[in-house]
């Protein structure tokens, strides 16, 4: 059996020893929960900005469809008035224009163009009435 001073000190060093041991594992598990937290939130940074990405990219493609129906729509809107407009006699077109001239003689401005086509759309109107 070693003097009780001996084993006073015999303790104190495997008091010391345990409490290194305790520190150095505390400070390994924290500097890892620390390295686990930033590469989670690493990784969910890229996935909500690959999710970005891919939002903006739907939201351009999705708005170029609808660029393209509108554009295709008014198209075959023009392709309809032209043919019908194919078929639309000098009569017709001087009808429209009095119509149009009703709905000016409305509006309170004063000073009115006439395009030159008109003056002999009216003639042959006139023309026609006789």
Do not use: C, W
């Amino acid at each position: 059996m070693p003097p009780r001073d001996v084993q006073d000190a015999m303790n104190r060093q495997l008091s010391a020893e345990r409490n290194r041991r305790a520190v150095v594992t505390e400070s390994t598990g924290q500097r890892e929960a620390a390295v686990n937290v930033a590469e989670g939130e690493k990784q969910a940074a890229i996935l909500r900005a690959e999710g970005e990405k891919q939002g903006a990219i739907l939201r351009a493609e999705g708005e170029r469809e609808a660029q393209l129906l509108r554009a295709e729509g008014y198209s075959r809107a023009l392709d309809k008035i032209f043919a019908v407009a194919q078929h639309v006699d000098g009569q017709t077109m001087t009808l429209q224009y009095f119509e149009t001239l009703k709905s000016m003689a409305a509006s309170p401005a004063t000073k009115y163009i006439f395009p030159l086509e008109f003056t002999s759309m009216i003639q042959q109107f006139v023309a026609g009435k006789k």
